[in-house]
């Protein structure tokens, strides 16, 4: 099964509002990172985390982590229509060589 | 750098017809992987490396060989194709897995595989 599940699955919202967007996991993690996917094409990184720090930033981004909660959320201030995108959550858990993705959350900008 | 490129970017396939699809990289990174990504979904681990000669399995490989004889190449190969198997195939890499856990993954941009 899925590592990271992301929730809500959908989200929709008004231009300029800030979007969030939640990430659960169920064993213990070296690192967590966030995507984003636009419509049909390859991902794009936006930040990692490690298990050791509780939060990040990056522009209009923050993430935070909670390794007693197993849970991260990604938050977006300021929301744009070109932040209309499919974002997923992905983590390597202790003791694996592999980096394992959500189902994700697709989030839509209304004008 | 041309980064993580994938050929061919769509492919048709009848059903038990075999073929690979390419994955390279010039970033000189020592962890590659494949993914399927079907309708909205998330993706998948098909199968992973973490260095030349050295590969395993993900959560869905029935059905999917892999090699890694170079750095560079990270080629999947569908054995038998059904039509379950209609997907995205992304294919990605990262400096390494092993010291301090996964990397930022660089991912190319997807082969749309329909088998009929």
């Known amino acids: 099964s899925q590592q990271g599940e992301e929730d809500p699955q959908a989200l929709s919202i008004q231009e300029g509002e800030n979007a969030t967007m939640n990430c659960s996991y169920k064993?213990?993690?070296?690192?967590l990172q966030w995507y984003r996917q636009n419509s049909g094409r390859g991902l794009v990184h936006l930040i990692l985390?490690?298990?050791?720090?509780r939060e990040k930033h990056s522009g209009r981004l923050r993430v935070t982590l909670d390794t007693s909660k197993k849970s991260s959320s990604l938050l977006i201030t300021a929301s744009r229509a070109a932040d209309t995108a499919s974002y997923f959550c992905a983590t390597d858990f202790q003791g694996a060589q592999k980096l394992v993705f959500g189902q994700g959350t697709r989030l839509t900008i209304n004008p | 750098n041309a980064g993580v490129t994938q050929t061919p970017k769509f492919q048709v396939l009848k059903t038990g017809q075999s073929m690979t699809l390419q994955c390279a990289q010039d970033m000189n990174h020592e962890y590659m992987s494949w993914y399927r990504q079907d309708p909205g979904m998330g993706l998948r681990l098909i199968h992973y490396?973490?260095?030349?000669?050295?590969?395993d399995q993900g959560e869905v490989p029935n059905g999917y060989n892999v090699s890694r004889s170079t750095t560079e190449d990270f080629p999947l190969r569908l054995l038998s194709a059904a039509p379950s198997q209609t997907s995205v195939y992304f294919c990605?890499?990262?400096?390494?897995?092993?010291?301090?856990?996964?990397?930022?993954?660089?991912f190319g941009p997807g082969t749309r595989l329909t088998v009929l």
């Open positions: 490396s973490v260095g030349a000669g050295i590969t």
């Open positions: 990605a890499s990262s400096y390494s897995i092993l010291a301090g856990g996964a990397d930022t993954q660089y």
């Open positions: 985390i490690r298990s050791n720090e």
């Open positions: 064993t213990s993690i070296n690192n």
